[in-house]
C-alpha cells in the first residue's frame, strides 16, 4: 500500500525561515573558541536558565530524551503562577519506570535568548534536582539542536541561528560526586 502525502503537504503551514543545515550548525562550533571553558571528556547534559515570568529560572535541564515539558510545583509557586494551573492528571513514567502523577498543566511563555515560545509545562510534586525539563515538546517546537558534547544548543530565528549555552559548572555542582578510598586498618602480627 502506497500512501500519497501531497495533500497534506499542501495543507501544512510552512516556516517563513528554512531549517538550516544540522550538521553546518553543530560543526561550525566543533574545536573553536566557543567550546572553550567547556570541561573535555565529559559526560554532561545541557542545563541552561530562561526567563519564565520574567524571573530567571535556573537548573533547567534540555532533554531531548523526555516526552514532556516538566516543571516542579514548588517553581510555579515561587513564579506566582499557581492561578494559571489547569487541572489535568496525566501519569508520566521515568527512565527507572517510576509513576509520577502531574498535578496540573501550565502554558507559559518563555524567554531564552530573546527568543519567546509558549510552552506547556506538567506540573509535578517531586523532588528533583533540576526546576524543570524542556523535552522534546519545546526542542522541536523551537526547531533547536541541542549538543551535549558542545554543551549547547542552536535554534533557527527570522534574525539567524542563536546559540544558548549550557552551565557545565551548575551540572558538575549538582552531581559532584566523592571518590570514596577505603584505608585498610594496619594488621597486627601476634607473636
Known sequence: MC???????KACSKYSFP???????????AGHEEA???????????VISI??????V???????????N?????????????????????VLNGLNMARETTNGEIISPINIVRTIQDTKFHVIEDDMRYNA???????????????TLHQMMKFPTEEGVKTIYGKQ?????????????SNPKPSTLEK
Open 58 to 68: 535556573k537548573r533547567v535541564l534540555v532533554d531531548p530524551g523526555s516526552s514532556a
Open 19 to 29: 531549517l538550516p543545515n544540522v550538521d553546518r550548525m553543530i560543526d561550525t562550533t
Open 169 to 181: 559548572h551548575i551540572v558538575k555542582e549538582m552531581f559532584a560526586t566523592e571518590q570514596v578510598v
Open 51 to 56: 526567563l519564565l515570568n520574567k524571573i530567571q
Open 70 to 90: 516538566i516543571i516542579k510545583s514548588r517553581v510555579v509557586e515561587q513564579l506566582g503562577l499557581q492561578d494559571q494551573i489547569v487541572h489535568a492528571s496525566w
Open 133 to 147: 525539563f524542556l523535552g522534546r515538546p519545546w526542542i522541536h517546537n523551537m526547531r533547536a539542536v541541542p549538543s
Open 3 to 9: 500512501v500519497d502525502y501531497k495533500d497534506l503537504n
Open 36 to 46: 572553550e571553558g567547556i570541561s573535555q571528556c565529559h559526560n554532561d547534559t545541557v
